[in-house]
């Protein structure tokens, strides 16, 4: 039964995200392509990454890794800036713009209205706990340790 459960809210919650995002960005005049869409989110699920953890992330080469990065920054989608640690290296970020478009802060924020209105502080306390728990203990990303740590 739990299997079950957490096997369609894993569905639901990828379609919806696959949903509102395409149907977002089919509506407003973006000119972006799919994969420059599926890169600025990877770019921001990341945080900040370099140019290089980008690359490695999605599995490209880092000059493939350039382009795309070039032309979301040169669309406003993607902002780059000097690491204070290697003067060399860039960190990427998404912009208001992107965020804006996207809007998945708004959905993430209504989600968790709606939650707080129907459970009690105590349930949604534990629902949090279970979440952290699935995120960083059971479910860890590849190349990353069961307490949320990169593989050296």
């Known amino acids: 039964m739990l299997e079950q459960i957490v096997k369609t809210a894993y569905k639901e919650f990828t379609l919806r995200f696959y949903h509102e995002l395409f149907a977002r960005f089919q509506d407003q005049e973006t000119g972006l392509t799919a994969a420059e869409i599926f890169a600025a989110e990877a770019i921001r699920a990341l945080g900040s990454p370099t140019v290089n953890e ?51 802060g708004d959905r993430v924020q ?35 340790q069961p307490d949320g740590q990169n593989k050296s």
Do not use: W
Not at 64 to 89: F, H, M, P
């Open 54 to 104: 980008f690359a490695d992330f999605m599995h490209v080469s880092t000059p493939n890794a350039a382009y795309k990065i070039n032309s979301l920054v040169r669309k406003g989608y993607v902002e780059k800036t000097r690491s204070a640690q290697d003067k060399r290296e860039y960190l990427l970020h998404v912009t208001r713009k992107y965020e804006t478009y996207c809007g998945a």
């Open 110 to 144: 209504s989600a968790v209205a709606r939650i707080r209105e129907r459970f009690s502080p105590e349930e949604c306390a534990k629902f949090g706990e279970m979440l952290s728990v699935i995120s960083e203990e059971l479910l860890p990303f590849e190349g990353e």
